[in-house]
């Protein structure tokens, strides 16, 4: 836990309440902010969030906790979900990496005009690709002997 929260946590007594912007800096987990709260209650401690309107001094205010955490504990669950769902349909369609300079029509052209003797450079020229992407997409076929 972070010293300053510690510290705060320490001094507070009963019939204190603790204020915060946000239940977010309170805890890094749902889990330890509900174990948080229960500690600050078992002690008598109340807990105010003035961002979510949420007082744990009273039961009610307990249970508008426990409902808020329960529904965002859901909800990240789902958001979980829907990520690694996403993530495993993209694998399996997609292939990774830059997409090839020159199409198959164009390697095909390529790898004719090489066969025919005509230099690197001027096919690259031709084509409006670099030398190194030419070579790289007439060695993808292995059948052309480069010049």
Known sequence: MRPALTE??????C???VVMCRLYRLGRSLAELLELVE???GRGVGLRSVGE??????AAGRLVLYVFGAARGVRTLADAGRTMTGLAASRSGRVGGRRPALNAAQIAHAEALAAAGTPIREIADLLGAGRSR????LRSIERVPLN
């Open 39 to 41: 500690d600050l209650a």
């Open 8 to 13: 705060l946590i320490e001094a507070a007594v």
């Open 15 to 17: 019939g204190d309440v």
């Open 53 to 58: 309107q949420i007082d744990t001094s009273s």
């Open 134 to 137: 030419l070579y790289r997409g």
